[in-house]
Structure formats: structure tokens, C-alpha cells
């Protein structure tokens, strides 16, 4: 009997915590149903999101750097994946060309069934639609027989937006729910790996919960179902499905 090709997942963080708030649910979900989970970090947040480092003085960016990737892997391990930084920089963050091979090399690799980044929006952060807009453009490229000719190409996999810190202002409207109630325990626990950022740990509990109240009135308030958590997406392409159900 031949072999079944395991399921993977790839997951493009504009800095090292991103990926945390923001699909931490998701990632630890689908690790534990056997995904091989990767994730990308653009950059560390060196400049922008890491005040509580700066501010106990005697900080250099290097130091910086390092104490954000460490919280990064920590967390990366309590939710199963694996992780690699590629050191874009921060605030801002840009990419060349080569970035963006370097990433379309990363899908070959992994071979993902679904990707996770940013919206495509966010008047508040510049790095999060370039990360998004890097995504797409390198899942195309990977996607391109005449690029590495030779190499197997990726399919298709669905891209799913995660949620933006004020989604009102980046038009960004949620139509998947990702119940995470059975996994919320690991994401609350990766969470709290990023010290650096501890201001962020209350919202993103409101809003994994806010987003668990949606998805059980969406399966339906008489559903047997138990939702206490949830992570909201939004996806760019169509579903290809021959059920509605």
C-alpha cells in the first residue's frame, strides 16, 4: 500500500510574535491532529514591538534579537511546530527578490495544504500587508514550473488571513471560526513565552473568546458542541468543494 504524504502547514509571521496571537489556535490544532506545522518569521519585532525590552536599558538590538527569538522557539515548542527566522528587519521590514525566492523555496519544501499570514490591509502596521503580499506572491512563484525546472511544484493551498489587532480598520471580515477550545490551554500557555510583549496577553484572551461566543452561535445554539474559544480568518480564494454542508 503506498505511503500517504503527511499533512503540512505553513504558517508567514511578519515578527516573532505574530504568529502566537494570531494562529496559535490553529497551530497547535492541527499539530495534534499530525500536521507538520512550519513557521516563518519575517523579522523579530526588534524596533517596533519590543518597548518593555528597550526599556530596561543596557539593551542592544542584537540582545533585543536574541531574547524575541528565544520567546519565538519556546513558543513555537509548546504548539508543535517548527520555526526559522530570516532577519528582514523591523519597522520597517523589506524584502528583495531573493527574500522572495527564499520563501517560494520554503513552499517547495514544505509542500503546504494551507498557509496563515497576515491581512492584506493595516493602516497601523506596514510589515504585516508586505508579509501578507510576500506570501502570495511567493506561493505563485512556487507554484511556476519554469522556476528551479525540475522541481516538484506546489498545488494550491488555501490562504487564510489571521486576525489583524484592529480589523475594522483593515477590511477585514472573518468567515472562517477555527474552534481552538481543545488546544486554547497550549496557545495561553505560548502566549505567556512572549514577556516581551505581556500588555498583549489579556487582549488576545478577549478576543479568542469573543471569536469561541461566534463560532458556537454559528454551529447553533442547541449544538451539543462545547465552544469556549475560537481564532477567526479570512480566505482569499474560493472553497473547491462538491459539498455545501
Known amino acids: 500500500m503506498e505511503k500517504m504524504a503527511k499533512k503540512t502547514g505553513l504558517v508567514v509571521s511578519a515578527h516573532s ?5 494570531r494562529a496559535g ?3 497547535a490544532l492541527h499539530a495534534s491532529q499530525g500536521y507538520d506545522v512550519h513557521v516563518v518569521c519575517l523579522s523579530y519585532g526588534e524596533r517596533g514591538e519590543s518597548a518593555k525590552l528597550w526599556r530596561k536599558g543596557n539593551m542592544t538590538e542584537s540582545l ?5 527569538q528565544e520567546e519565538a522557539e519556546a ?9 526559522e527566522f530570516f532577519d528582514l528587519g523591523d519597522y520597517p521590514l523589506r524584502a528583495d527578490k531573493e527574500t522572495l525566492f527564499r520563501l517560494a523555496d520554503v513552499f517547495r519544501a514544505i509542500q503546504p ?3 496563515l499570514t497576515h491581512s492584506v490591509m493595516d493602516p497601523y502596521n506596514y510589515d504585516h500587508p508586505l508579509a501578507a503580499n510576500l506570501t502570495q ?5 512556487a507554484q511556476a514550473e519554469g522556476y528551479r525546472p525540475g522541481e516538484p511544484i506546489i498545488g494550491a493551498p488555501p490562504v487564510y488571513c489571521f486576525e489583524p489587532h484592529q480589523p475594522e480598520q483593515c477590511n ?3 468567515d472562517v471560526l477555527l474552534d481552538i477550545t481543545s488546544v486554547w490551554d497550549k496557545k495561553y500557555a505560548a502566549i505567556q513565552c512572549m514577556a516581551g510583549q505581556e500588555h498583549l496577553w489579556e487582549y488576545y484572551t478577549r478576543v479568542a473568546l469573543q471569536r469561541g461566543v461566534q463560532a458556537k452561535r454559528n454551529v447553533g445554539i442547541a449544538s451539543p458542541k462545547v465552544i469556549s ?6 480566505s482569499l480564494f474560493p472553497r473547491v468543494t462538491e459539498d455545501l454542508s
Not at 513558543?75 to 520555526?83: D, H, K, P
Not at 506572491?137 to 512563484?141: G, L, Q, Y
Not at 474559544?229 to 479570512?234: D, L, P
Open 17 to 21: 510574535a505574530d504568529f502566537v496571537w
Open 64 to 68: 533585543v534579537k536574541q531574547k524575541r
Open 113 to 115: 495544504h494551507f498557509v
Open 25 to 27: 489556535g490553529a497551530i
Open 172 to 174: 477585514w471580515k472573518p
Open 229 to 234: 474559544h475560537g481564532e477567526g480568518y479570512q
Open 137 to 141: 506572491e511567493a506561493r505563485i512563484i
Open 75 to 83: 513558543a513555537a515548542e509548546i504548539l508543535g511546530a517548527s520555526i
